[in-house]
């Protein structure tokens, strides 16, 4: 149990290193929400990197600070929190903004499991010490350009590739890293921007042996890709519709996908993410784990549920310098082998940020406290 006793707020906007492009367009910066919850001397923090605009979702990062500061911080402050669910019940009339919620959550964990003094993964009963995780290509100008950067990924280790595709790409383009690369296991990630009057582009698509469709079809509608799923041969993730436990039991009762992709900031935290993962373990249904371009502290929650024993693909969870020139937090998420992250052995998250850092990038700022 703990009494909140501060909460800090920081919206701050960070620069990539390059402009990170896939079927919602470009970005030159990822806007970050970091929570920092105080209580009996211990800090634990927590992040989320909504879009800067509602493209992903309906979230933004601006609106994320707002509802933060003025609804979902005076809510929390002065009370005991026994429980990630105890605090999901306090925002639970609170429509959506899983984003806001699970930077909250990320902080509870964080400070509960220095309270314990465990590893957050090792609290929460994960399995393996190292990670698996693949390498991630954005949308490029041309294919010689991409299949360079396959070809330095494969070089690196890295034990799956992840190619961003939109309308811009051609199937021939597919064809061609195959034919470049026969044994790759790779996927593409259509981040909603397709629809069943593609289905034919789908069906050319299973000639090329990829691991699966990682969200073809629009955000918000389970039924579609279930009929798509009839149609084509290449196994569908869910990534975008999964914002709950609820949306991954009717996604699996309809049929809807073979895989899904949990990413703790949009299905509300950690403690969403286990009873996701925990449930379809209980199915027979594989998932893995994304991100959303956040700082190691963001990251801390996936890495420790990348842990767990139903993480059957390698996760996208990025080392420190692939998106930034200096990581917002410390100590840095590096590369620990070949194609692996090893799991912190320090308590909680194992990861802060740099308050320089938060101070030098920060848009806006907000404190409050107990009265």
Known sequence: MMIIEQIDLYHVKMPLLEPWVTAYGSQNDIES???????DGISGWGECAPSPLPLYNSEFSAGAFVVARDIMAPRLIGKKVISGEFLHEIFSDLKGHQFAKSAFDGAWWDAH??????????MIGGTKEVVPVGADIPVLPSTDELLNRVEISIQRGFPRIKLK?????TVDMIK????????LIMHIDCNSGFTL??????????KFDLKMIEQPLSYDDLVDHAELRKTIQ???CLDESITSLHRAKKAIKIG????INIKTSRVGGLTNGIAIHDFCEANGVPVWIGGMLESAVGQGPSLALATKSNVNYPSDIFPSDRFFAQDFSYPDICISAPGEIAAPSSNGIGFAPKMNFLKKYSVAEASIMVQ
């Open 33 to 39: 929400l970091f929570v920092k919850i105080i209580s």
């Open 256 to 259: 809807a996908c073979d895989w």
């Open 165 to 169: 595709f939109n309308r811009q790409c």
């Open 113 to 122: 499991s220095q309270r314990h003094e465990t590893p957050l993964w090792s």
């Open 234 to 236: 290449t196994p569908i």
């Open 176 to 183: 061609q890293v195959r034919d470049a690369f026969p044994g």
């Open 197 to 206: 009057d593609d289905i034919a582009m789908f069906q050319e698509l299973d």
